[in-house]
T-cell receptor, first 114, second 113 residues
Framework: EAGVTQFPSHSVIEKGQTVTLRCDPISGHDNLYWYRRVMGKEIKFLLHFVKESKQDESGMPNNRFLAERTGGTYSTLKVQPAELEDSGVYFC????????????FGSGTRLTVV | KQEVTQIPAALSVPEGENLVLNCSFTDSAIYNLQWFRQDPGKGLTSLLLIQSSQREQTSGRLNASLDKSSGRSTLYIAASQPGDSATYLCAVSPMEYGNKLVFGAGTILRVKS
């Protein structure tokens, strides 16, 4: 089966611009998660979708971040306007059953805000 | 609040050595613990998943143990190879937080040929 796909793999944008990251989960996985790793820190949870509904968005840093999952398939994470501290690697993961099985992660999007 | 600590932060060993990576977590109420590997510029590859009711899991040269009561897990790598060089991450799925993962900072492993 195809894995979790993220694109772009890299993005360099200027401060104040908008960037949209996309994640395609494994087909049939209702659970979709966004995580990010900023330089020198641990990977941190951002939010969790169950199908098209936001189950938990407690990790979203602020209202410059907007995540959507239309139709319960792929998800987008928009950062508008981007700030320097948003630089990092954004990972998407999906899983079949909440709380029981492991996750499959995508290869991440490396975002650099200059 | 669940916190995950990994020791050592970095490790360099000669090829062929057996090695142990350590992970500790502060709250034993977890669904499972997962070990991941991350290669530079790549995503996270799941190595082993240990459910809270299990004590260990094995895959090839890898063996992971879980002592939930003491909040510890170890990843044992036998007969290390240069291809094992990567960052190894430990993550727990705390019951308190539903289905989030809480990660440690990782151990950077270098196996010298």
């Amino acid at each position: 089966e195809a894995g979790v796909t993220q694109f772009p793999s890299h993005s360099v944008i200027e401060k104040g611009q908008t960037v949209t990251l996309r994640c395609d989960p494994i087909s049939g996985h209702d659970n979709l998660y966004w995580y990010r790793r900023v330089m020198g820190k641990e990977i941190k949870f951002l939010l969790h979708f169950v199908k098209e509904s936001k189950q938990d968005e407690s990790g979203m840093p602020n209202n410059r971040f907007l995540a959507e999952r239309t139709g319960g398939t792929y998800s987008t994470l928009k950062v508008q306007p981007a700030e320097l501290e948003d630089s990092g690697v954004y990972f998407c993961a999906s899983s079949q059953v909440t709380g029981v099985y492991g996750y499959t992660f995508g290869s991440g999007t490396r975002l650099t805000v200059v | 609040k669940q916190e995950v600590t990994q020791i050592p932060a970095a490790l360099s060993v000669p090829e062929g050595e057996n090695l142990v990576l350590n992970c500790s977590f502060t709250d034993s109420a977890i669904y499972n613990l997962q070990w991941f590997r991350q290669d530079p510029g790549k995503g996270l590859t799941s190595l082993l998943l240990i459910q809270s009711s299990q004590r260990e899991q094995t895959s090839g040269r890898l063996n992971a143990s879980l002592d939930k009561s003491s909040g510890r897990s170890t990843l044992y790598i036998a007969a290390s190879q240069p291809g094992d060089s990567a960052t190894y991450l430990c993550a727990v799925s705390p019951m308190e937080y539903g289905n989030k993962l809480v990660f440690g900072a990782g151990t950077i492993l270098r196996v010298k040929s």
